[in-house]
């Protein structure tokens, strides 16, 4: 194989190493709310939302998975999540109305 060949399959290699690397990278961005979520919720809930944490197990955190909580319509989980209930806190006047219903499709996405 000549120099030339060599270095233009090399060029070409590293390109499509480039462009794989770039697409992992861009797979693996977070949504908005799947940032609010780690940090509003993942602390009790989990980041996968079974509640299968310390903080979780210890307050009785549900599993946002479950039949059970899947089963509640979507206001009755932004109710949920703006007034608190139980041990977990109200977030309505910390979050938009916007970042409550995307918490609740992120929720959705859970199951």
Do not use: W
Not at 62 to 70: A, G, I, R, T
Not at 74 to 87: E, F, M, V
């Amino acid at each position: 194989m000549n120099g030339k060949l060599f270095a233009r399959i090399l060029f070409y290699a590293l390109i499509v190493t480039g462009l794989l690397n770039l697409s992992v990278v861009t797979s693996r961005a977070q949504s908005p709310a799947e940032t609010l979520f780690k940090s509003k919720c993942a602390p009790c809930h989990g980041a996968d939302g079974q509640g299968d944490v310390p903080m979780g197990k210890k307050l009785g955190a549900h599993n946002l998975k479950s039949p059970e909580v899947q089963a509640h319509s979507d206001a009755q989980l932004a109710g949920i999540i703006a007034k608190g209930q139980n041990h977990m806190p109200p977030y309505g006047g910390r979050l938009s109305a916007d970042e409550i219903n995307d918490l609740v499709k992120f929720i959705r996405s859970l199951k």
